[in-house]
Each structure stands twice: as structure tokens, then as C-alpha cells.
């Protein structure tokens, strides 16, 4: 019987410990980018299009996930050459540096479009980073775990990455909760990426006196790793049709799922439907917090049930219900909806002048008589005392924020919440599930890049893309304008259900669960 079949409960523990806190603070580095795509978009791009700059935020937090799966074939093919433990190592430094730097790069109106390049290179890095880091601490934990119990122990690891957006949504709100608006509009949202170096010091002392996995050093042992991981992955046909199965059948559809859930719930609710940024991240926090422990449930049931039930029954249902659940979320701040407005007062402050420029500040605060309080700001960019105009265009920004009431707070936490467990079904099983498509010599490779692809470039893509579908609807004046961004990850899903239903079947998902 092999190592990997008896590997002991103490011992497995000490590998998720290793592994889990490696691949948290990837997670950490990587999302603390997207949850602050509002903040940033200001930062680092022209402010005289906000939407654009938002967009063009977006579009570089999608090429981080762009460049994912050319770092899962770099970093697949080390590990399945020299070994899991050394190549995830590279991994964390590569990731841990890039964040730290993005965290010192000088604001657009500094060092003007220098400073998109410089973060788009940082975010290429990242891309590269996550890609190969993921597929090594998921084979990892998987060639330690007893037999029949995969599914279990790797869905700790999948709880890494909410864990790793939720810790970046706490250290946000504690960095904004310690300091003013203005000192974390200036200079304080560059804490959560210098934080991060901190945390991937700790992780490499962890990770450092890790042993490599005892499936890879068996076979290293007898002489039968791969010498070309990439050819006997993607030039064997016969292993190539698992690998387009294992990505059109069930990462494509859980990537769409996964970034529906999480980081399109975020952005709906700061974007479109306006909801305070506080409160979406206190949202966002607790959904989280409740949803986590079913990556654990849904992982376990998928060594009782297998790997296809659970995913499939999660990517079904969560298809059928978005437009249903985002038409709640929308409504519960639809201003129409709500009782009289008590109370509307408007003031004006001046917080910026720059010689002959100055900025000035119209504010419309709005007292609902159930409990929602609504600010309405109008920004005149000034010069001369005149309203500035820029290509034909007058410098006036309006802007929306909306603090809803407790029961409102509550009802969208529970919406969000029901969008996370969608998450836990289709992504708690999958690590388990690609391992076991795979023979040990090429695993890290052929497993790393359709998950890459699939979370990478469908999941990856989907806040840009589904943000552009929301924004040209409304301009069109659509009545349900916000409701079209649903369409990419319905119809993405729907695709992977069929295929995954139709083509994979229990004997291919357990060709070596041993």
C-alpha cells in the first residue's frame, strides 16, 4: 500500500497547515487587487471618465488571470520535473513581491501612464504566480490524503481562496475603519498590498521545511517522472481529451460560478445598485464567513456521492436562479420601492484648489423613513470660476452612495450568501476531481492548466465583461439594464452542464483516485 493511502491524521494536518497558509496569502495578494478595483481606478488611470477608468481597472485585474495558464504550464511542468514542494516555493516569493509593489507605484498623476504599466506588469507576475501555485498545492495535499478521502482534505485547500478574499476585505475595512477618508484616499489603501509581504515571510518559513509529496518522491525514486510533462500532457491525444474534459465540462462552467458568486456580487452591489463600499465589504465579510464551511461539507459529500453529483447539482441550480436572486438584490435599493423620504438637505463643500482650479462639492443627503439614508454628490471641477471643460465636455462628476437599513443588510447578505454555496458545490470537489483525471508523472501539468483556463479566462473575464454588458444596457435604456451581465455566466455554465452531464462519467473521474 502506498504513502499516500496511509498517511496519518497528524501528518495530513501539517500538510494542510503548510500548504492552506501558502496558497491563503496568494489568494490575499491577488483578490486585495480586485477588492479595491473602485478605489484604484482612481489611482492609476485619467480621472476625467470615471467609468472608463473603473473598466480599464477591471480589464487589468483580468489579465492577472489572462496570463494564469502560461504560468501553469511554466510552473506545471518544474513540478512534475523537480518536484511539487521547491516550485509552489517560487510560487509565493514571485506573488508576495509583485503585490508589495503594486503598493508603491506612484499614482497616474505622478508619473502618468507609467504607473497602468507598471501595474499591469505586476499583475502579469501575480497571473503567473497564481497559475502555478494552485495545481502544486492541490497535488500536494491530494498525495497525502488517505484513500477515499481526497475530496475531503483538498476541499481545505479550496477554502483558501475565500479565505484569502475574505482576509482582504477585513483588512480593508480595518485600514478605512482606523483612518479618515481622506488619509486612506491618499495614501491608506496602499497598506492591505504592503501588509501582504509580512504575511508570505511567514508562510516561507512554513512552507521551507516542508517534505516533498510521497507519490512524487516514489516515483522520482523508481525513475518515472516525466522528461517532457508538456508533450506527454498535450501531445498525447488520448491524455489531451482529459484534459479539454476536465476544462468544458467542469472549470469553465465553476469558474463563472465562482467569480459570479464573489467578485461580480461585490461590484453589482458597489456599482450598480450603489450600496455604501463599507457596507458592501461588511456584506461580502459575513456571506463569506457562513458560506466557507461548506467547501469542507460539499468536498466530504464528494467522496460519498462522487465528484460529478455535487458539481453538476450546484452549476444547475445556480443557472437557473442568478436572474431571480440579482433582481432581489437590485429591488431591495430601488429607491421607488421605498417609504417616504422624511428629511433632504444639500450642502456644499470646497476640499481641493489648486491655484485657479478648485473642486467643489454638492452634497444631497436623503432620510428614508425605513432607516435607508442616500447621498447624492455632484462634483464641479472649477477654473476661474467657471465650470472646467475638457474636450467639448464639462468636468462635472455625479456619484450615488446608499446606506441601507439593518433589515436590507441582512436580506443582501442572505442573497449573497446563497450565490457562496453555489460556489462551495462546484469548486469544494474540483481539486479532487482533476487530480484523480491524472497519472502522478504529469498530474501538476495536465491538472494546472484547465483550471487555470477555465477560472483564468472565463471566470477571470467575467467582472469586465459582464460590468460592459450592464454599462451598455443602461446606456441603451434598458428597463432591466441590470440584469445582462448574467448573461455570460449563464450561458457558460449552461454549456459546461451539458457537456459535463453528457461526457464524464464516474470510471473517468477515478482512473487514479488512488
Known amino acids: 500500500m502506498s ?19 501558502g496558497t491563503l496569502i496568494e489568494w490575499y495578494d491577488f483578490y486585495i487587487f480586485g477588492s479595491l478595483a473602485v478605489v484604484l481606478s482612481t489611482k492609476f488611470f485619467p480621472s476625467d ?17 489572462v496570463v494564469r495558464p502560461f504560468g501553469a504550464l511554466f510552473f506545471g511542468r518544474l513540478g512534475d520535473i523537480i518536484g511539487r514542494k521547491y516550485t509552489f516555493m517560487v510560487t509565493l516569493l514571485l506573488m508576495g513581491g509583485a503585490t508589495f509593489v503594486i503598493g508603491c507605484v506612484p499614482a497616474f498623476e505622478t508619473i502618468g501612464y507609467a504607473a497602468p504599466i507598471l501595474v499591469l506588469i505586476m499583475r502579469l507576475l501575480q497571473g503567473l504566480a497564481l497559475g502555478g501555485e494552485y495545481g502544486g498545492a492541490a497535488t500536494y495535499v491530494a498525495e497525502h490524503a488517505p484513500k477515499g478521502q481526497k ?37 491608506g489603501w496602499r497598506i492591505p498590498f504592503w501588509v ?7 508562510s516561507y518559513l512554513i512552507r521551507k521545511n516542508m517534505s516533498e509529496s510521497p507519490a512524487f518522491a516514489k516515483a522520482k525514486s523508481e525513475g518515472k517522472t516525466s522528461a517532457n510533462p508538456l508533450k506527454e500532457s498535450f501531445g498525447n491525444r488520448y491524455n489531451l481529451k482529459f484534459v479539454l474534459l476536465a476544462l468544458f465540462g467542469a472549470a469553465m462552467g465553476q469558474g463563472v460560478i465562482w467569480y459570479t458568486g464573489q467578485f461580480y456580487a461585490m461590484s453589482f452591489l458597489e456599482r450598480v445598485m450603489s450600496v455604501d463600499s463599507q457596507q458592501v465589504i461588511t456584506i461580502l465579510v459575513m456571506a463569506l464567513l ?13 467522496d460519498k456521492i462522487g465528484r460529478k453529483a455535487v458539481m453538476m447539482t450546484g452549476m444547475l441550480i445556480a443557472i437557473l436562479s442568478y436572474r431571480s436572486i440579482y433582481e432581489n438584490m437590485y429591488q431591495t435599493t430601488n429607491l421607488e420601492n421605498k417609504s417616504e423620504l422624511v428629511d433632504q438637505r444639500t450642502s456644499t463643500v470646497s476640499f481641493k484648489e489648486i491655484g485657479d482650479v478648485k473642486d467643489s462639492v454638492y452634497v444631497t443627503t436623503m432620510h428614508y423613513a425605513d432607516g435607508t439614508i442616500v447621498k447624492e454628490t455632484e462634483t464641479k471641477h ?22 441601507v437599513n439593518d433589515s436590507d443588510k441582512w436580506r443582501l447578505t442572505f442573497l449573497v450568501f446563497i450565490q457562496v454555496l453555489f460556489v462551495t458545490m462546484v469548486y469544494g470537489p474540483i ?24 477560472n483564468g479566462i472565463f471566470g477571470g473575464l467575467l467582472p469586465a465583461i459582464s460590468t460592459y454588458f450592464v454599462t451598455n444596457a443602461q446606456t441603451e435604456g434598458k428597463a432591466d439594464f441590470y440584469l445582462e451581465g448574467l448573461w455570460y455566466p449563464i450561458i457558460i455554465g449552461a454549456i459546461c452542464f451539458v457537456i459535463g452531464i453528457i461526457y464524464i462519467s464516474k470510471k473517468m473521474t477515478t482512473r487514479y483516485a488512488d
Open 196 to 202: 501582504s509581504i509580512l504575511m508570505v515571510y511567514v
Open 49 to 65: 471618465n470615471p467609468t472608463a477608468a473603473f473598466l480599464s481597472t477591471l480589464a487589468t485585474f483580468a489579465a492577472g488571470f
Open 290 to 302: 457562513f458560506g466557507t464551511p461548506f467547501f469542507i461539507f460539499f468536498g466530504w459529500l464528494s
Open 382 to 403: 472649477l477654473e476661474n470660476g467657471l465650470v472646467k471643460v475638457v474636450d467639448g465636455k464639462a468636468q462635472i462628476v455625479k456619484a450615488k452612495s446608499i446606506e
Open 151 to 187: 475530496g475531503f482534505w483538498t476541499s481545505w485547500i479550496q477554502t483558501t481562496a475565500t479565505v484569502g478574499l475574505f482576509i482582504s476585505l477585513l483588512v480593508i475595512l480595518f485600514t478605512r475603519t482606523m483612518l479618515t477618508p481622506e488619509q486612506f484616499d491618499v495614501w
Open 3 to 21: 504513502t499516500t493511502n496511509t498517511q496519518k491524521p497528524s501528518g495530513i494536518w501539517s500538510v494542510i497547515t503548510a500548504s492552506s497558509m
Open 431 to 454: 481539486a479532487a476531481f482533476l487530480v484523480e483525471l491524472f497519472p502522478v508523472r504529469i498530474r501538476y501539468t495536465s491538472m494546472s492548466l484547465p483550471y487555470h483556463i477555465g
